[in-house]
């Protein structure tokens, strides 16, 4: 009797010390918060979870942890890719009761310790303020509760999606990807908006490398959209940067537009680097891709320019016509063999040529003036060739005449197009001046 009465006291002590036990287990998700205040709408951002055992007492029995993803929402990873998963096969939310990541964490989990989960999601393209709940359950094998304080088992947090954009310098190619120095580089710069949003106050911006300088905005053939960029030098702390804008972009806007620098460098490489930026109330979700450059192989050269004038404007029949030639080597680098030929029009006849120093040589073969100059023609170099001619006598009608002068060298030049120069003119006949005068006689004076 007395060693049943025993065994009865130690069966509900071991009750009563299980039910103790049980009830001091407390499973609590202690924080639940995303990642940012606002989050753009495409976004990839994570939600935090806090999970914690708020007892000294391990657990005996699994422990789950449900977290809801909005609809619109698409989950991507998390931290515990072994005990979390997410229930649906699509990924992107539709707000359904299996649209949740779900934890099983099995025993022991350990008392008065804690685990984080973070899971990445990426925010959808509606606007406004979603809902996201974590909850945590402690039961036994036949769903019983064992946590001690399910009033505390669940937290929400809310998630703010904004507009957003994502605006990406696609590309900056140079029309001459190998230039000669002194020349001129159209760059044309490739803006895309990828969304999911439009966005204005749309900025690229260029900080100008040593060796090359501003021509101006916009390339020999106008692409489709560059009447809606403006390019502009502007300098800042000393350093001189290309600006161009646009007021907007929308979604999947895909433009390009062109701006010039001249190459100033003798040779070598020279990168430019451009950055986009936009309104910042419509946040950039990919800043990564902001950037840009480009790299030119300045190889060396000169760019020799000649101009033209004649003196005078409209020259007389047999009267002097003075043609002046002005040499200009606006490169850095010095020029190699050069000439200048001059084709003075027919029936003039070349009286004088004149050239600057004695580093050159002129001669006269019918009406084709050439002029040599002996050694390399410095960088900067500006001086004139004077022909003096007489315009043709005897001529029966006023004519136009046109005088054609080229410059050329061996060294590479940078800008072809400014090596010929030409002067048109009238040649006009000479006039009698033809004169009359009037004298009146007195009355009575004899005829």
Request: with cysteine.
């Amino acid at each position: 009797m007395i060693i049943r009465y025993l065994l009865m006291i130690l069966l509900l002590n071991v009750v009563f010390i299980r039910s103790v036990f049980a009830n001091e287990t407390d499973m609590q998700p202690t924080v639940f918060e995303d990642s940012a205040e606002l989050i753009p709408a495409g976004e990839v951002f994570y939600y935090y979870v806090k999970l914690q055992n708020n007892t000294g007492l391990a657990t005996d029995e699994n422990v789950t942890l449900d977290v809801t993803i909005p609809a619109g929402f698409t989950y991507i990873a998390n931290n515990f890719p072994s005990e979390c998963k997410y229930l649906e096969v699509n990924t992107t939310s539709s707000g359904g009761p299996n649209d949740k990541v779900h934890c099983i964490f099995t025993p022991p989990f350990a008392g008065n310790s804690y685990k984080e989960i973070n899971i990445s999601v990426q925010a959808g393209e509606t606007l406004g303020v979603f809902k996201s709940t974590a909850k945590v359950t402690y039961a036994d094998g036949s769903g019983t509760l064992e946590d001690s304080n399910p009033a505390n088992d669940e937290e929400q947090t809310k998630t703010t999606v904004t507009e957003s954009a994502d605006v990406e310098y696609l590309s900056l190619v140079p029309n001459l990807p190998n230039v000669v120095s002194g020349g001129v580089v159209t760059y044309t710069a490739n803006i895309i908006n990828n969304g999911p949003f439009g966005t204005t106050n749309i900025s690229v911006k260029h900080e100008i490398p040593a060796g090359l300088e501003w021509v101006g905005d916009g390339g020999d053939t106008l692409t489709p959209y560059d009447n809606d960029w403006s390019c502009n030098k502007i300098t800042e702390s000393s350093k001189d940067y290309v600006v161009c804008t646009t007021s907007a972009l929308s979604r999947d806007d895909n433009e390009t537009f062109q701006f010039r620098l001249k190459v100033t460098a003798a040779d070598g490489n020279i990168s430019l680097v451009g950055a986009v930026s936009s309104n910042q109330d419509i946040i950039d979700i990919n800043p990564s891709n902001n950037t840009n450059s480009s790299k030119i192989v300045v190889e060396k050269g000169t760019n020799l320019v000649l101009s033209k004038s004649i003196n005078p404007t409209t020259v007389i029949e047999g009267e002097t016509a003075t043609f002046t030639l002005k040499v200009h080597n606006e490169g850095v680098n010095e020029a190699s063999d050069v000439m200048v030929m001059d084709s003075v029009p027919i029936d003039h006849n070349i009286t004088s040529v004149v050239a600057p120093d004695t580093n050159w040589s002129c001669t006269i073969v019918g009406q084709l003036v050439s002029c040599s100059y002996d050694g390399n023609l410095s960088a900067g170099y500006n001086k004139n060739i004077v022909i003096t001619t007489k315009a043709p006598n005897g001529i029966s009608n006023d004519f136009t005449a046109t005088n054609k002068a080229t410059i050329i060298t061996s060294t590479p030049d940078a800008i072809g197009g400014d090596d010929n120069a030409s002067v048109t003119y009238q040649v006009r006949m000479d006039q009698t001046d033809l004169g009359i005068t009037k004298t009146k006689l007195p009355k009575d004076s004899p005829i």
